[in-house]
């Protein structure tokens, strides 16, 4: 079965430190991959998309993602975290157009 | 414009009771689909509708139901409530699809199964 995986559970970082959160998926089709985020008592939120084309992707906050179709990744990154970053982050990957598959989860803790 | 809005955004509710929770999309978005948030199986997909037509459906026993009407609002029942189906119930639109569009969600219900 398809499935998105997520290594890392749980991330703590200090502030101005740099982000990588790992995203691995296991379908051989055409993807369209996502980073979606929860914010603390908010609802999910969109980071980042990949359709097709360049496959670094920038998004909301800073942040980016790099789709390496080889290795079955989408790693997102962001060079500098703050505080407010502190958040859930999920990567999702759609499924034969019909269905969004997200992984475990990480949780980021930024430390100020 | 308004997003995506969802009532109740609480509910606590006994064993063996049944819970309807409500979903409307953004102005204009056709499809409707529902997502299950624990801690311990993360974010699962129940089912999503197009146009008052179920398009897919994950992997829920029966008592898990929908529906969606003609202005794209859309419901979803659980019948005979376990205290396993405790969770973040999370709605999302979009315009097409989840194949064509990014979702949109809101959020969310809680439902509490004593």
């Known amino acids: 079965a398809q499935s998105v995986s997520q290594h890392n559970h749980h991330v703590i970082l200090s502030e101005a430190a740099s982000l990588e959160l790992g995203c691995n998926y296991s379908?051989?089709?055409?993807?369209?991959l996502f980073w979606y985020v929860q914010y603390p008592g908010q609802h999910l939120q969109l980071l980042l998309k990949?359709?097709?084309?360049?496959?670094l992707v920038k998004g909301i906050k800073g942040f980016e993602a790099e789709f390496i179709k080889s290795k079955f990744s989408f790693n997102l990154r962001k060079p500098s975290v703050q505080w407010s970053d502190t958040a859930e982050y999920f990567c999702?990957?759609?499924?034969?157009?019909?269905?969004?598959?997200f992984g475990q989860g990480t949780r980021l803790t930024i430390n100020p | 414009k308004a997003g995506v809005t969802q009532t109740p955004r609480y509910l606590i509710k006994t064993r063996g009771q049944q819970v309807t929770l409500s979903c409307s999309p953004i102005?204009?978005?056709?499809?409707v689909s529902w997502y299950q948030q624990t801690p311990g199986q993360g974010l699962q997909f129940l089912f999503e509708?197009?146009?008052?037509?179920?398009?897919n459906k994950g992997n829920f026993p029966g008592r898990f139901s929908g529906r969606q009407f003609s202005n794209s609002r859309s419901e979803m029942n659980v019948s005979t409530l376990e205290l396993g189906d405790s969770a973040l119930y999370l709605c999302?639109?979009?315009?097409?699809?989840?194949?064509?569009?990014?979702?949109?969600f809101g959020a969310g219900s809680r439902l509490t199964v004593l």
């Open positions: 102005s204009g978005h056709r499809s």
């Open positions: 999302a639109s979009s315009l097409l699809g989840t194949g064509a569009n990014v979702l949109t």
């Open positions: 990949y359709f097709s084309g360049d496959p």
């Open positions: 999702a990957v759609i499924v034969g157009a019909q269905k969004l598959v």
């Open positions: 379908y051989g089709g055409t993807v369209n």
């Open positions: 509708y197009f146009s008052e037509t179920q398009r």
